[in-house]
């Protein structure tokens, strides 16, 4: 059974960092693209970066422009984790962060829609002060 669990979220200063973990289980990290997401209340989920596996395009990423410059998204065999580094954070990034699978070893838009619903983790609360 494929799950995905997040953790590392907190609250945090204004140009504080943040490591999330993404840990799975039913799956090798290194099998399917990866892709954290984040939501505010009352706007859409939106696409924050997104990692092909390791064995498809060298595991390609993508970032959101936002996140450019300032989170690095990375998924580790040993552990069996993705992870998103998010430095300089800023009173916008507070949001609730999830990740999820495509179930394919690439992706192509990194789009929400792209991961089918029964592949998410429940989300974990990032909150920058500031």
């Known amino acids: 059974q494929v799950q995905l669990v997040e953790s590392g979220g907190g609250l945090v200063q204004m140009g504080g960092s943040l490591r999330l973990s993404c840990a799975v289980s039913g799956f090798n990290v290194d099998q399917f693209a990866i892709g954290w997401f984040r939501q505010t209340p009352g706007k859409e989920r939106e696409e924050v970066s997104c990692?092909?596996?390791?064995?498809?395009?060298?595991?390609?990423?993508y970032y959101a422009d936002f996140a450019k410059g300032r989170f690095t998204i990375s998924a580790n065999k040993a552990d069996n984790s993705a992870y998103l580094q998010m430095n300089d954070l800023k009173p916008e990034d507070t949001a609730i962060y999830y990740c999820?699978?495509?179930?394919?070893?690439?992706?192509?838009?990194?789009?929400?829609?792209?991961?089918?619903?029964?592949?998410w983790g429940h989300g974990t609360q990032v909150t920058v002060s500031p």
């Open positions: 999820a699978i495509t179930g394919h070893s690439g992706f192509n838009s990194c789009k929400p829609d792209e991961f089918p619903s029964r592949w």
């Open positions: 990692i092909s596996a390791e064995s498809f395009n060298y595991g390609a990423t």
